[in-house]
């Protein structure tokens, strides 16, 4: 885990890159009533004006919201005005030379010119005092002037790294949703949602959603939209999470909590952010903010819990959450403290969102690997005697007929074994049925000291086995079963400090072009017959032509 986390650390550092100055002299607010016309604001006198001690920021009472006169430094180079994640903000600048007014919001359908919607960019052609006015922002503002080339490197870096991290989304996304198609299973389903609501959600919140023509129409819903995106991500993730990590049987007062909180509380939220009533929707961001962050604390804590307490899953859930969670939350503090973001706090929600959906595919796939080992097991044990450790009757006609099968398709010979224990009812009788399974499982250790891995042994019956030797034939067949029966005779003479002189009646017979698997037992269970009425301890073995009586 400590080389997970310093991975992301060297990823962060390695994507960002430390941020220029302001490009500003002065940043004064104005301090009275902004006048009618735009006209009557240009000729408002020094004094409506106050100076803000950081040039670098629209700040105030209001979170930023009025009207501001900023002094850019002076250069000759063409310049742009830029306002960094206005979010809900609707900008207006008016600059030299013709102070014409120029508005423009995040949701604006179509491109901005050759930069993306990471900030709002206004070109200054000439030396000047530039007005700025900002209606709807929720947290103050910050603003930079850049020549024209520096914004090109610094707005290239920020489409390089964001994009770089929703191309991984994407293809996680995509990789999990075939997943679901096949398997069916919905937490496949549910992580791939949370993934694109994710993904939605930065590219809505830096505005670079509305540039695309297959989600411009979001942007008509304003704010409101970011809110229900990000909404529906912190229901869908936690849905994910509950199921993903097993959170229910091992935390079942957590796992409550945690989805009330995060999940149908906000459900009811959504139903009203979307209905008419109430018509102001002012509530929404405190008490939505509010529960992520309670719902965030949950998920780590039930995940901690459930993770102790031998949850395995949880371990990978917590090695994704925790960074996501701190970077996001430490990202949503200073944007509303108006405190410049640095670099790894600015890329590092989309880089965190790209690291956790990697670290959950592994996850899904240690889950895959969990599952399968469980169904390996219980095939297992559905397949096999549980006194023995041999395959029971149904596994070992299941590999008869693959036997039978296999042998037609490459032409080789096929053996089979009828093994019967002699007198095993009198030895049950005499001393004991906890003697009798230990005579099935020294039988059975004795079979195999005396054949091939490839040979394979099933228990039929209570006292009967059967054995299957592929590519041998009849002749060297029989060798082996007087091999066993001899080891058997010789071994077996006392188990468990008692008298049973345990010997075996075994038939043999080889796969004939005819046969079947139903009918070779039959052949070789003939065969084992016979040794019993010639004077058991014997081997019989009966040709392809002889058939069962």
């Known amino acids: 885990m400590k080389r997970v986390w310093i991975a992301a650390w060297l990823v962060l550092c390695s994507v960002c890159a430390p941020a220029w100055a302001a490009g500003l002299v002065r940043v004064e607010r104005l301090d009275r009533p902004a ?35 900023l002094r850019p430094e002076s250069s000759e180079e063409p310049r742009v005005l830029l306002v960094y994640h206005p979010f809900s903000a609707r900008i207006t600048v008016m600059a030299p030379p013709d102070y014409r007014p120029q508005s423009a919001t995040i949701f604006d359908p179509g491109p901005q010119a050759s930069h993306s919607r ?63 198609t096949q398997l069916r299973e919905r937490v496949y389903l549910l992580f791939s949602a949370s993934m694109v609501l994710q993904l939605l959600y930065v590219l809505c919140a830096y505005g670079d959603a509305y540039a695309l023509p297959a989600l411009a129409w979001l942007g008509r819903f304003g704010v409101a939209g970011i809110w229900f995106v990000a909404t529906s991500s912190t229901i869908v993730t936690v849905l994910f999470l509950a199921e993903f990590a097993d959170l229910r049987p091992r ?77 996001s939350t430490a990202r949503a503090m200073q944007l509303s403290a108006g405190v410049p973001l640095a670099p790894w706090l600015e890329y590092g929600l989309p880089v965190m969102q790209a690291f956790a959906a990697v670290v959950l595919v592994l996850g899904l796939a240690d889950r895959m690997l969990t599952f399968r080992r469980e169904r390996d097991v219980a095939q297992l044990h559905a397949e096999h005697d549980a006194l023995t450790g041999v395959l029971n009757r149904a596994g070992i006609i299941t590999r008869l007929n693959r036997a039978v099968a296999e042998a037609r398709r490459k032409r080789q010979s096929l053996a089979v074994l009828f093994l019967d224990l002699d007198h095993f009812k009198a030895i ?61 005779e010789r071994r077996c003479r006392e188990v468990k400090g008692m008298p049973v002189a345990l010997t075996l009646s075994i038939g043999v017979v080889e796969c004939g072009p005819d046969d079947s698997a139903a009918t070779l037992i039959q052949r070789a269970d003939a065969a084992m017959y016979k040794a019993k009425h010639e004077g058991r301890n014997r081997v019989v073995m009966l040709d392809t032509q002889s058939v069962a009586v």
């Open 251 to 327: 935390a079942p007062w957590l796992t409550r909590a945690l989805l009330i909180v995060g999940a149908w509380i906000p459900l009811v939220m959504l139903v009203l952010l979307v209905s008419p009533w109430p018509v102001s929707k002012a509530w929404f961001p405190p008490l939505g903010n509010g529960l992520l962050m309670l719902a965030n604390v949950l998920a780590v804590v039930t995940l901690a819990a459930v993770w102790l307490r031998g949850g395995r899953h949880a371990g990978f859930v917590l090695i994704a959450w925790v960074p996501l969670v701190t970077v």
């Open 428 to 488: 049950n009788d005499s001393y004991g049925h906890p003697v009798g399974d230990a005579c099935l499982c020294a039988v059975t250790e004795s079979i195999h000291s005396e054949t091939m891995p490839a040979y394979q042994l099933g228990r039929i019956g209570g006292e009967e086995f059967l054995l299957l030797l592929p590519g041998v034939s009849d002749i060297v067949a029989r060798e082996t079963a007087e091999q066993i029966r001899r080891k058997v």
């Open 118 to 180: 990471r900030s709002l960019a206004f070109p200054l052609s000439a030396a000047g005092p530039v007005y700025v006015g900002v209606e709807g922002a929720r947290y103050p503002l910050q603003i930079a002037v850049r020549t024209s080339a520096e914004y090109a490197v610094e707005d290239h870096r920020h489409v390089r790294v964001l994009w770089l991290s929703m191309g991984i989304l994407v293809g996680v996304s995509l990789v999990v949703l075939l997943f679901w």
């Open 35 to 69: 006048p009618a016309t735009f006209e009557a604001l240009r000729a408002l006198p020094d004094a409506a004006y106050v100076a803000q001690p950081g040039a670098a920021q629209l700040s105030g009472a209001q979170n930023g919201r009025g009207w501001w006169r």
